[in-house]
């Protein structure tokens, strides 16, 4: 099949290698075959004999060694192709060791792999790779490599274990547990490179987690050396030319046609994160031709119903052009610390968008509960906001609380809550055109309101001017009960007999009410109730004139004048109590019983209106005496409150 632009094909200088590339593919597909419970991710295929420098010349300078804490061999834990795997006690520390040594008759090449994972591994001290604590060389002469133990399992046997990973490490979400992983990997990877060692066989059967969840990178029999390091015992990448790594994971430039670099660990650690989300290796063919087409091609389908960043994530990282893929490590691992955030916030982005509709859900009803909107507009404002700090850049939560805000704006709009719309208002990053001007108008047309209800108030406030009108009704009370018990005066009695008399009394208490009112003018015109007792009062002075001029006219006794003007006065009350305040009603009754008496005691008429007015001042400074804390409320401005 034609072969894409992007992918590698042999030039002239690699075509003579190719047929080894071939061989050394047919030869490991060979083994799997021969072997069938051996699975193909597990299987290395290392570089030929006399392919990578000598690294006998450092090693043949340990000569043969003892050691201050000599190791215990007690047994066999796993054997490879060429080497063996031990426990061993180290009696002087008081720990279990492992010991990675040679077969007998071992090749010389076989003793290359070994020494380089020691020196790669003991040039790299980092919590996500296995320790080296000694390097010797055992009785044949061979290399002994003395490791930490690592009691734990492969990330093989885990991938996709979600039970075993739950029990193990209480890890409910198995894929941010594999990413989780996979991020201590690339920061392996980080420290690895920055020290100038390219792992080039990474995959999760050489990535072992401990009993407590710790992660160690191993195997780094089939290292090289990047050109950051002056020296180094490990061969050099650049000029690295055999085909060595696992096939079911290796970059196009593995097959040896094109130097290594940082970016070919970057694509294994794209590889396996592909088969966290495929569950399977990105190169799958079993026969010779379509596993070399596909490692060169490298375009793996995208597994299904995987996340699509993280698919992107991957197929970016194992592009077959280099200059296409990450860079480095570190952009790899922030590339994967980014869909991390990504996929959190769009999980909290998830949760305040159910919140969200049910609100959307209440808000449509007829009658919405004011503290059930909140109740979910706080959760999912949390949420929202939650998922922002995870990933500042996640438009869509930023779109979606806006809409949220929005909403209870509205809401609170139509409630008649505009002041609670602006503090909701000022959170939107994108108000909507006129929103602002609503919100505006609203809480205009409210201070109007409220100037007014606070008018009406005061206006119906008889607490204002109390201590003025009782000091006036005081005065003109006890006038007018005192007046009618002088006719036994000379001169009052002449007055109180004729119509003319009666009207002189009748113009001085009008004219001294008008000058007590008019000294008391900016109390008694404050408020609505105040103007309302100023004109019953003042009302009364007409009445009596005209009932006295209507008297002469219709030429009834003065009397008969005198007792129809406690009717006057008896409708005068009524009207207060209608139309000013109902708690004069005593006073209305007391004048109607006044008026009785005097029809029918007509001698006992002045003694009639001197209870009247009697009840009417004793009324009036009962109802108006001011009550503890009786100022202290109202929206009164401080000089209308002075003025009570």
Request: glycine fraction near 6%.
């Amino acid at each position: 099949m034609p072969l894409p632009d992007h992918c590698y094909t042999p030039c002239e200088s690699s075509l003579l290698s190719f047929s080894k590339t071939e061989a050394a593919l047919g030869a490991w597909l060979d083994t799997i075959a021969a072997d069938s419970a051996r699975r193909p991710a597990s299987l290395t295929l290392r570089p030929e004999a006399g392919s990578q420098q000598p690294l006998f010349k450092a090693f043949a300078g340990l000569g043969s060694t003892t050691s201050a804490a000599p190791l215990e061999v007690k047994g066999t834990l796993a054997e490879g192709g060429m080497g063996l795997i031990r426990l061993a006690a180290q009696e002087a520390l008081g720990r279990t060791v492992v010991v990675k040594t040679l077969r007998a008759n071992y090749a010389a090449h076989a003793a290359e792999h070994v020494l380089r994972e020691a020196w790669a591994t003991g040039a790299l001290e980092h919590p996500n790779i296995v320790p080296v604590h000694d390097i010797r060389v055992d009785k044949d002469g061979a290399p002994l490599i003395v490791l930490k133990r690592i009691e734990g399992l492969s990330w093989t046997e885990l991938m996709a274990d979600a039970n075993a990973v739950q029990e193990r490490f209480e890890e409910s979400n198995l894929l941010e547990w594999n990413l989780k992983i996979l991020g201590h990997v690339a920061q392996a990877m980080r420290f690895a490179h920055s020290r100038g060692i390219l792992h080039r066989d990474l995959k999760p059967d050489n990535v072992m987690i401990g009993a407590f969840g710790e992660v160690y990178v191993v195997d780094w029999g089939i290292a090289l050396s990047l050109p950051i390091v002056d020296e180094s015992r490990l061969p050099p990448a650049e000029t690295s030319d055999s085909m060595a790594g696992t096939p079911c994971y290796m970059a196009p430039e593995m097959l040896g046609e094109a130097p290594l670099d940082e970016r070919t660990d970057t694509y294994l650690l794209g590889a396996i994160l592909y088969e966290i989300l495929s569950g399977s290796p990105p190169h799958q063919s079993m026969t010779l031709e379509e596993l070399i087409n596909e490692i060169r091609v490298s375009s793996p389908s995208a597994p299904k119903d995987a996340c699509p960043l993280l698919t992107a994530l991957a197929l970016r990282a194992m592009h077959a052009d280099p200059k296409k893929r990450f860079q480095n490590a570190t952009d790899f691992v922030h590339a994967l610390d980014t869909c991390i955030e990504q996929r959190e916030s769009a999980r909290l982005a998830r949760v305040a968008a159910a919140q969200h509709a049910k609100m959307d859900a209440l808000l449509q009803t007829s009658e919405p509960s004011r503290h059930e909107c909140y109740r979910l507009f706080g959760a999912l404002r949390l949420g929202y906001i939650e998922s922002l700090r995870v990933w500042r850049d996640n438009h869509d939560a930023q779109t979606a609380l806006d809409r949220a805000r929005i909403d209870v704006i509205e809401f609170e709009l139509a409630e008649g809550n505009p002041h609670a719309a602006q503090s909701i208002f000022s959170e939107l990053t994108s108000p909507p055109e006129g929103l602002a001007k609503r919100i505006e108008d609203a809480q205009r047309r409210q201070r109007e309101e409220l100037a007014e209800l606070g008018q009406y108030r005061d206006d119906s406030d008889s607490s204002l001017g109390s201590r003025t009108r009782i000091f006036l009704i005081t005065i003109l009370g006890l006038s007018w009960t005192i007046t009618p018990m002088l006719k036994h005066l000379w001169a009052v009695d002449r007055l109180l007999s004729t119509y003319l008399g009666m009207t002189l009394i009748t113009g001085f208490f009008m004219i001294l009410t008008g000058a007590l009112w008019f000294w008391a003018r900016e109390s008694m015109s404050l408020t609505l109730i105040n103007r309302r007792y100023s004109l019953a009062l003042l009302a009364l002075f007409p009445c009596q004139f005209l009932l006295f001029a209507a008297g002469s006219l219709m030429d009834i006794s003065i009397v008969q004048a005198q007792q129809l003007m406690l009717f006057v006065w008896t409708m005068c009350a009524v009207g207060v109590v209608t139309a000013v305040d109902v708690r004069f009603v005593p006073v209305a009754l007391g004048y109607a019983v006044a008026l009785l008496v005097a029809a029918r005691y007509p001698e006992l008429r002045f003694f009639a209106m001197s209870g009247g007015n009697l009840v009417l001042t004793a009324t009036a400074i009962v109802i108006w005496y001011p009550k503890p804390g009786q100022y202290e409320s109202g929206l009164l401005s401080g000089k209308r409150r002075a003025l009570t």
